[in-house]
DNA sequence: ATCAATGATTGGCG
DNA sequence: CGCCAATCATTGAT
């Protein structure tokens, strides 16, 4: 066997291997020519790459060997470096993500919320009693109150219990790899670099876990809120006198309901309610009046009378009582007075 | 449990 | 923006 099948040997079981350098014939021909340490890498790289030939006790044994080498710990220094060079240039690109606006506008809100952040209220206890001190009205609003703190320090709990799940096993995972990673590179040429690269990786995925797990507490604080903000939801009906009052004035102008702006501020002022409530009162009367007139026949004989009772009342004494005639013409069906209350 | 009454909301229109 | 019409969600009576 001369020198030329050696080094041809030698290329083949580098394989496809670090073309450029060590398979330049002319470094081959350099190394030969600079002795034995030189001839020792060619030896152990041909070693390595036969490696996955042999048996595992035979690839066990030759492992061994070869951690043992004295020149390992300079080559996997270089062999990090080129991976250093070659895996940087290609996945350089997408490092420090900055801040997602997304997350960003999550935590403030949760904040806002005071889902996430410091627990202001300690217990459920000092939450009613936070949430009875706040109502001005006594009862009613800060037993919603109540209810709405609860349900809110229940989303608080479990947000808090996940989030501290997902860091723990975050960590856990982040150990478990580096540990991996660490015993693995006495095997093979892991850099500093890699280990942290790995666990940026890591903690980019679990930050992706979490911001699902913000989403969806603020998905249930939202909710939350419109079941608690929905007006639908705490509807009272206005007590007596304010409907009264109200069906008074709309059967008093039957051929308009239409209060102005100012007569609706009279009405809600007398009513202690709200103009808007006022002016939904008006338009849920008016179709509903207009869809089933008979139905509120009755109705408005009653109040008709009684306009016409209190105007008898006002303009009583000197003059005489006349008819109680429904004081409505045109836009509107009139309702047609009929003593036995029947159309 | 069921259902009409009722206050509030929503979407469309002028 | 105010109104109408349809609809929702709760109340209160049965």
Redesign the pocket.
């Known amino acids: 066997m001369d020198d030329q099948t050696r080094m041809m040997t030698g290329l083949t079981g580098l394989g496809g291997l670090a073309q450029g350098d060590v398979g330049d014939p002319d470094s081959v021909r350099k190394q030969q020519s600079l002795g034995q340490p030189q001839q020792d890498i060619g030896d152990i790289l041909q070693q390595i790459m036969a490696i996955t030939d042999e048996s595992l006790d035979e690839a066990q044994a030759r492992k061994h060997a070869l951690n043992c080498h004295r020149m390992k710990p300079a080559l996997f220094n270089v062999l990090c470096e080129i991976k250093e060079k070659t895996v940087l240039s290609i996945r350089g690109v997408q490092e420090e993500d900055p801040p997602d606006p997304q997350i960003m506008r999550l935590d403030n809100m949760l904040l806002a919320e005071g889902v996430s952040g410091p627990e202001k209220g300690g217990g459920s206890a000092a939450a009613a009693a936070a949430a009875a001190a706040a109502g001005g009205s006594p009862t009613d609003s800060s037993i919603e109150h109540s209810d709405y703190r609860a349900k809110l320090a229940q989303i608080r709990q479990i947000y808090h219990s996940e989030l501290e799940k997902y860091e723990q096993a975050c960590s856990e995972f982040t150990n478990h790899v580096m540990n991996l990673l660490r015993e693995q590179s006495r095997t093979r040429p892991i850099s500093p670099k890699e280990i942290e690269r790995m666990v940026a990786i890591i903690h980019r995925k679990f930050s992706s876990i979490q911001m699902q797990l913000k989403q969806s507490t603020c998905e249930a604080v939202m909710i939350l809120r419109s ?1 608690f903000l ?9 007590n007596k006198q304010a ?1 009264e009052v109200l069906n008074e004035y709309f059967y008093s102008h039957l051929s308009n309901p ?1 209060p102005s ?1 100012e007569a609706k501020e009279e009405l809600a002022k007398k009513c202690g ?1 709200t103009v ?2 006022v ?6 009367k ?3 009046y ?2 089933n007139i008979g ?1 509120f026949q009755e109705e408005a004989n009653l109040y008709a009378v009684k306009t016409a009772v209190d105007a008898a009342n006002v303009s009583a004494q000197a003059s005489q009582a006349n008819s109680p005639a429904t004081p409505n013409s045109g836009g509107y069906p009139a309702p047609c007075y009929t003593p036995d209350g029947r159309l």
């Open positions: 079941r929905d007006a639908r939801r705490k509807r009272r009906n206005f409907t239409y702006e309610i808007s409530q002016s939904n009162w008006f338009g849920n008016r179709i509903r207009k869809k139905k």
